[in-house]
């Protein structure tokens, strides 16, 4: 379940009262424990006890490693089945908090209260958990949902712009396979902001929401929500293995033009429609340089990707703006096309 939090945590605090647990762990990295965590604590009712536990914050500290010391300070802390843990965080918070709590002792109770817009719109919803290793994103996880997601829109004002950038991407990812309504109004806004943003923030957890609930575990529509991954998550993964960080909206905004580009190569979506998305997405995002990437190595990445089966690779793609489709075939030319397609989109 999602809701809205009001400026006095109410909705959260009737949660905390209605599932009583016998201790409480907020994780947070020190962004948010700087940022966020004063107003989770000024307005947070309960007489539980409860602990702080800081990450570093980043993607790349979402690993093994730091899994394993958060099992190990929820055993010293005694934590037990009945513990619940909050995570209190960005895309890397919720997805490794919840990772670690689905885990523990075969799994302990979460809430998600996602502080960028990234996770607000996608990471947080979903019941996807999940850590990176040898440079794979979320190669490792489970499905597991949380209690409760509890949305706070305030807390986008501690973003700077290229994080509130990042989380539009997956916005106009859930408009582009299911809502045109909603990519309208998104790719119409003027300038990206937290006060033209927040009228929309809701509709796109919706959209992801109403997803999930038709298919949990990913057998089928819920792959749609693939859209852009399965090339970005390749070129965000090299990045990673170069020691350089790109953000995951800037690679998902890639992977959406050159997925948008094959969906017009293997005829989903004419000329007209892929050339108006692409520019629209461009509109916002900038261009990344993937030249140093050769074809071989994006495409080999792209064989790990979690969808694939049988040694092929599977692509979501759209037939059209708000239609979006999955397990679909793609032939190696049309990949390397689209991979110099964009490749010269800075000519």
């Known amino acids: 379940m999602i809701?809205?939090?009001?400026?006095?945590?109410?909705?959260?605090?009737?949660?905390?009262?209605?599932?009583?647990?016998?201790?409480?762990?907020?994780?947070?990295?020190?962004?948010?424990?700087?940022?966020?965590?004063?107003?989770?604590?000024?307005?947070?009712?309960?007489?539980?006890?409860?602990?702080i536990i800081e990450?570093?914050?980043?993607?790349?500290?979402?690993?093994?490693?730091?899994?394993?010391?958060?099992?190990?300070?929820?055993?010293?802390?005694?934590?037990?089945?009945?513990?619940?843990?909050?995570?209190?965080?960005?895309?890397?918070?919720?997805?490794?908090g919840g990772f670690v709590a689905s885990t523990y002792k075969r799994g302990i109770p979460f809430i998600n209260i996602p502080t960028s817009l990234l996770a607000m719109c996608d990471a947080s919803i979903g019941g996807k958990t999940g850590i990176d290793?040898?440079?794979?994103?979320?190669?490792?996880?489970?499905?597991?949902?949380?209690?409760h997601v509890f949305i706070y829109p305030d807390f986008l004002e501690s973003l700077d712009f290229v994080q509130l950038r990042?989380?539009?991407?997956?916005?106009?990812?859930?408009?582009?396979i299911a809502d045109a309504k909603h990519w309208k109004q998104l790719v119409a806004i003027s300038e990206l902001s937290v006060e033209n943003l927040r009228p929309h923030i809701l509709r796109s957890t919706e959209i992801k929401q109403e997803i999930v609930e038709k298919d949990f575990k990913e057998q089928n529509i819920r792959k749609n929500l693939n859209f852009g991954h399965t090339v970005g998550h390749a070129i965000e993964s090299l990045f990673l293995a170069n020691n350089q960080l790109l953000p995951h909206g800037e690679?998902?905004?890639?992977?959406?033009?050159?997925?948008?580009?094959?969906?017009?190569?293997?005829?989903?979506?004419?000329?007209?429609?892929?050339?108006?998305?692409?520019?629209?997405?461009?509109?916002?995002?900038?261009?990344?340089?993937?030249?140093?990437?050769?074809?071989?190595?994006?495409i080999a990445l792209m064989l790990n990707d979690k969808k694939n089966a049988n040694g092929a690779i599977n692509f979501s793609l759209i037939e059209g703006v708000g239609i979006g489709v999955f397990d679909q075939k793609v032939s190696e030319k049309h990949l390397i096309l689209a991979l110099n397609y964009y490749r010269n989109l800075k000519k």
């Open 166 to 176: 990042s989380g539009f991407a997956e916005m106009l990812k859930h408009g582009l």
């Open 3 to 51: 809701s809205l939090l009001d400026e006095n945590f109410s909705s959260l605090n009737i949660f905390l009262k209605q599932n009583i647990a016998s201790k409480i762990f907020i994780l947070v990295d020190e962004n948010t424990h700087e940022h966020c965590l004063p107003t989770l604590l000024a307005n947070m009712e309960t007489d539980l006890a409860f602990e």
């Open 251 to 298: 690679a998902v905004a890639l992977g959406m033009i050159i997925e948008t580009h094959i969906s017009y190569l293997n005829q989903l979506t004419t000329e007209e429609t892929s050339f108006e998305i692409i520019t629209n997405i461009q509109k916002f995002f900038p261009y990344i340089d993937i030249t140093s990437f050769s074809n071989n190595d994006i």
């Open 55 to 96: 990450i570093e914050a980043g993607e790349e500290n979402k690993n093994i490693n730091a899994s394993v010391q958060l099992w190990e300070i929820l055993a010293d802390l005694e934590a037990d089945r009945k513990a619940l843990v909050i995570n209190l965080g960005g895309g890397v918070v919720t997805d490794m």
């Open 133 to 147: 290793h040898q440079y794979l994103k979320n190669i490792i996880g489970t499905f597991a949902e949380a209690e």
